[in-house]
């Protein structure tokens, strides 16, 4: 270093830091005993996200209260509280989230073994679907069918009743026509009929 007071400017010693430098490196290269944290390839979500519950609902805060309990979505793998659902899906998402629960954000390459088993379990479960829509089809089709036939027998026996009721109408006027005849009535006057 010069130590003229005109040069204002700082000087490095060199030697120092190319041995400080020798020594970072020595220390780099050193084995480490510790190994390497071997996480799990990401995989799919097993559970719904459930973003719903809160929704249109009021909570009182105050400084007090927990911070799993505070206003929006807390995770509590990361210990921390999210404002608004879309940051929230955004987060559980994310790979700081997802490094938390022990996976990398690397994903498995699939064979295509796996795609035709996805696949082949995919077309079973559309046929369960199916099958499970035929019969909720076919049991409401039956039910209609003995709601009609319940509708049909009741039809009949009214229809049974008024013919029974007409008859016995019919009989009684026919009764009241031969009784008036008798008295030499043309009728009792309880009905207008042209006779």
Known sequence: ??????????????DEYEKLAAERLIHQAAPKDEEPVQRENLKRRDYKVDLDSKLGKSVV???NTPTSQSGGYYCNVCDCVVKDSINFLDH???????RNLGMSMKVERSTVDQVKERFQQNKKK????????????RLREAKEEEDRYKEHRKEKRKERKRKADDN????????RDEMAAIMGFSGFGGS???S
């Open 92 to 98: 559980i998402n994310g790979k700081k989230h997802q």
């Open 1 to 14: 270093m010069t130590m003229r007071p005109d040069d204002h400017r700082r000087k490095w010693d060199k």
């Open 126 to 137: 559309m046929e369960e679907k199916q099958k499970d829509y035929e019969l909720e089809k």
């Open 192 to 194: 207008k009929k042209n």
């Open 61 to 63: 805060i105050n400084k």
């Open 168 to 175: 016995d109408n019919d009989v009684a006027e026919g009764l």
